[in-house]
């Protein structure tokens, strides 16, 4: 049987779970084309900002593809070759395909909004993560009059899990330094008129009222307009503030306009029911338009979804039609507390917080062998600081009294 040449490019949770369950498949020659050496585990980024370990957001792909057959190359596609083909990167290397897989994930939109690209921090990568906590330091130790006021823009899931962190990380790091005690001003912005809009009204209020518990002031219906080094606009007042957090939009990311692919609304890509987009490219994750897309849980599916059709139809049987998979929503607001919500059913609190670290290792284990996800797991109970000061406090803290996050 020939063997088949499968393309994909994108080394996120659709990507690797497709490359994961091609690579074990003989049929299948396996290329994973994609823009980093590392998997970067999204959901636990606002923990490497707020004093977590900066492993437990990142992961090599030396290790999750140890042992198996496949060919991994660092770079960045850009353009689609379809007559013959093939993919081109930035720096003009060309990857041949007979199927090809696409799950390059979404760009950060700051909707056109004067200032914000060039004044706001981000949280979508570990480089952004490790940005924001050294300006978080730095602001509160060299600054004699430190500005207190941090606002957060988004209350979509990231910006609650930052916000509900953020608060208890500034206490530490004053704590640590022995910084008499200041009032801290951690606010979150939203346009809508509540939290999380796109999930049941009960688990907004919840939600805020958590918030509201741990000192972070919520704004509903307020618009961004504009941003200064030294001021934010929101609805026609000027909130002063030197650490403004956007969380608030992402977009498709542009290889798919670029390279004429059909888009729908929000951007995402038109696939059929087998997630293909056109004959042997397909598009998983963020990148398609499905009705759950912009999840991981969604991209792990897909991936998974794609590669048994792929294994399918190499054995000669029809492929199967796609079926979204309902998510289930966890999000976490401060410590040992998340919401976790399932279609109607919702809890809130402890056990909420039980079942994202269940659901964190679930995730890990789906990459690595068990004690690998159970090391990688607990990376998340420790702390990480380039401070002296604080690495020494928090070495000290952690032999004392289990961790907290
Ligand atoms: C801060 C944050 C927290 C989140 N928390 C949660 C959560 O708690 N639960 C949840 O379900 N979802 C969460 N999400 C969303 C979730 O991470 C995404 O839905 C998921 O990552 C989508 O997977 P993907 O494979 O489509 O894309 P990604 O995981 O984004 O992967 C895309 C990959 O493509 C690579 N790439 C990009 N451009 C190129 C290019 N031109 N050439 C080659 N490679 C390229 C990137 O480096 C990356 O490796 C969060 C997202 C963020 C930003």
């Known amino acids: 049987m020939k063997t088949e040449k499968v393309l994909i490019v994108g080394g996120g949770f659709g990507g690797i779970k497709a490359a994961l369950e091609l690579a074990r498949h003989g049929n299948f020659r396996v290329t994973l ?13 606002y923990r490497t900002a707020t004093g977590g370990k900066r492993a437990n957001s990142s992961i090599p792909l030396s290790e999750i593809f140890k042992d198996l057959r496949i060919s991994i190359h660092k770079g960045v596609a850009t353009t689609l ?44 990568s570990n480089e952004d993560a490790l940005k924001l906590k050294a300006h978080l330091h730095k602001q ?20 609650i899990e930052l916000a509900g962190a953020l608060p208890g990380y500034l206490r530490t790091i004053m704590k640590n330094h022995d910084i008499r005690k ?31 518990h741990l000192g972070v002031k919520v704004h509903l219906g307020k618009v961004v307009q504009g941003q200064t080094a030294d001021n934010l606009m929101v609805s026609g007042k000027r909130l002063r503030s030197h650490t403004v957090i956007w969380t608030a939009g992402v977009t498709n990311h542009p290889f798919f306009a670029e390279n004429h692919f059909v888009i729908m609304h929000r951007g995402k890509v038109a696939t059929d029911v087998y997630l293909q987009a056109e004959d042997n490219i397909f598009v998983v994750g963020d990148n398609a338009n499905t009705p759950y897309s912009g999840l991981a849980e969604t991209a792990v599916y897909d991936g998974a979804f ?39 059913f919702h809890v809130s609190g402890f056990i909420g917080w039980l079942l994202r670290e269940a659901a964190d290792f679930v995730a890990f284990k789906d990459l690595e062998s068990w004690p690998k996800a159970a090391l990688q797991w607990a990376t998340g109970l420790d702390g990480e600081e380039s401070c002296p000061e604080c690495s020494d406090k928090s070495d000290r803290l952690t032999e004392a009294q289990p961790a907290t996050k």
């Open 182 to 212: 200041k009032s801290i001003n951690v606010r979150l912005i939203e346009a809508a008129p509540r939290l999380l809009p796109r999930l049941p009204r009960s688990v907004s209020r919840t939600v805020r009222r958590r918030l509201k």
């Open 140 to 159: 509160l130790l060299d600054d004699q009059q430190p500005d207190l006021n941090y606002l957060i823009v988004g209350g979509g899931p990231t910006g």
């Open 306 to 344: 794609v590669a048994a059709n792929l294994k399918r139809r190499a054995r000669g049987r029809d492929m199967k039609a796609y079926k979204p998979k309902s998510p289930i929503s966890v999000i976490p607001a401060g410590p040992h507390w998340a919401a976790v919500i399932y279609r109607k």
């Open 81 to 124: 070759d379809r007559q013959n083909k093939q993919i081109t990167t930035a720096t003009g290397e060309t990857y041949g395909y007979d199927t090809l897989i696409l799950g390059l994930g979404v760009i950060t939109n700051y909707f056109s909004i004067p200032g914000l690209s060039d004044f706001a921090y981000g949280i979508k």
């Open 33 to 45: 084309l994609t823009a980093h050496d590392n998997f970067r585990y999204y959901p636990t980024l």
